[in-house]
């Protein structure tokens, strides 16, 4: 299996590196994206990429980090996507939860990385939090039509028109929380073969492990678990779907 959005490069999983990837390595997850939310973890991103053959790199400045970003941060991420370990573009989006830029920023970093996933050829990977409409918006009136929209958040409603545009959806522990019933739906209802899985660890650890710190890539057959239920079909078919789009996607 492949988790295709974990930050290996933030503490407290940085510091136990090895032992991390080796219970992942157990439980058959083979592959992991680590990726970055500033240009110092985008940098450690890609020292453990070329450090762990299972590992590849996405840099970019998350969205709630944008104001802290130095003026030349594109010239930066431009430099670190000729890397060959460096699959995409991320994470970017917009995060009105947090309030930590204005809105009008988000949209100029979003918009910026967006034109470099083009430029690149790399997919971008996009965060949303209680912006669903402006990111729709965003993305509708943008060129870009490669990429994935991580720890999916809403409904359908907000799903099918970033599906129809070509954008793929990943799903996090959150499709495993009881009351999630939203993105239960898009889960169990969108394409398979546009359908990720990842943990987002260290953080939304999935049930039954719910409330432990730190989540893991390990935990990822939970998330698998979840949608093969919810989908109506076997742990089987939805690993080996996701890992191919995975694997298709990154170019991996
Ligand atoms: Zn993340």
Redesign the pocket.
Known sequence: MIDT???LNIDPLLGRIEEVLDAAAELGVTQLIV?G?DLATSEIAIRLAEDYSQIYAAVGI?PNDCTKAPDNWEKHLLDMLGHARVVAVG?TGLDYYWDEAPPDLQKIFFRDHLDLAMATGKPA?I?NRDADQDIVQQVLEHGNTRGVF??WPAGWDIAKPLLEKGYHISFTGTVTFKSNLPVQDVASRMPLERLMLET?SP?LTPVPHRGKKPNEPKYILHIADKIAALRDTSVKIIDETTSQTARQFFGI
């Open positions: 959005h974990c930050h990726v939310i998350h994470e990977i965060h991580h720890c987002d953080f």
